[in-house]
């Protein structure tokens, strides 16, 4: 299989994100509301798809990172049988996957879109989600904001203390480096993760962030109507400066 981004994260993802929680009863109520099965596009460690299988749902996920699936496989390898009936995992590009399959509803949590980085890979991306959707079948995802003061630098720093990891008795802590491209909209993000007494070691990816009306652009291109909207996952109203957008749209028929 052709490597992928994120095989080298892959063995980083769940202690930098795995107790990330804020999203959960958002895209557990989307699958209440729509009904199963549940697609999840770019599933990464299953650290969504297992929730909503916990909670009775199945779940499809697909991700085109043999290693993040990898590590998706052994957690799910932990969770009860009946849990684990309700998973299937792929392997599959977001911009070209055909599952024979179609879904009531889709969901892409975690800014998982950004990773298109050209407008063709966008809207190929929705095109794919589009054929997997059943006629009244409903996309729900979120990206950030592109924030003014954030992105009015060219490359900046931050750093992740090992306790705001998942463990942080792991002793890690992570330097991330990022440089901006406002030409391509593009930020190249590395992270540096630091153990004593080990080499660091660096993993870079890239996003190409969106303005809020650019992405109601991109989903009516491809043939999606657009229901809502959100400032962030309580269902707020939209606003930039929540640094969050929630795009809920459905199949235009
Ligand atoms: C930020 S992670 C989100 C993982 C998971 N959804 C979560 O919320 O924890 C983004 C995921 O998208 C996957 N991804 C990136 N580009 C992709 C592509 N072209 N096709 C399928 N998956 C992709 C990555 O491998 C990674 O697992």
């Not at 179609?102 to 809207?123: A, G, Y």
């Not at 059943?134 to 979120?142: N, T």
């Not at 705001?164 to 992570?174: C, F, K, Q, R, Y």
């Not at 990022?178 to 996003?207: D, F, R, W």
């Amino acid at each position: 299989m052709q490597f992928a981004p994120y095989d080298n994260f892959a063995k980083f993802y769940d202690l930098e994100y795995s107790h990330k929680e804020n999203d959960l009863d958002f895209y557990l109520d989307m699958a209440e509301s729509c009904g199963e099965p549940v697609l999840e596009v770019g599933v990464g460690t299953g650290r969504v798809a297992f929730e909503l299988a916990a909670a009775g749902y199945r779940v499809c996920g697909i991700d085109n990172s043999p290693k993040m699936l990898a590590v998706a496989e052994q957690n799910l390898a932990g969770l009860d049988k009946e849990v684990r009936r309700r998973v299937s995992l792929t392997h599959g590009d977001m911009r070209d996957f055909s599952l024979g399959q179609k879904f009531p509803l889709c969901i892409m949590p975690f800014r998982t879109f950004l990773h298109n980085l050209t407008m063709d890979d966008q809207l190929a991306t929705l095109r794919s989600i589009k054929k997997h959707l059943s006629p009244d079948g409903v996309l729900a995802f979120d990206l950030f904001t592109p924030l003014y003061n954030v992105m009015a630098q060219n490359s900046w720093r931050d750093r992740i203390d090992p306790d705001e990891l998942a463990d942080p008795e792991s002793g890690v802590s992570i330097d991330i480096h990022i440089e901006h491209e406002p030409k391509e909209q593009l930020l190249k993000i590395c992270n540096t993760y630091m153990l004593e007494g080990q080499p660091p070691e660096s993993v870079a990816m890239k996003y190409r962030y969106i303005f809020r009306y650019e992405m109601e652009a991109l989903l009516r291109c491809a043939g999606f109507s657009i229901r809502a909207v959100y400032g962030g996952f309580e269902k707020q109203a939209y606003d930039f400066h929540s640094g969050m957008m929630i795009f809920v749209a459905s199949r235009e028929e």
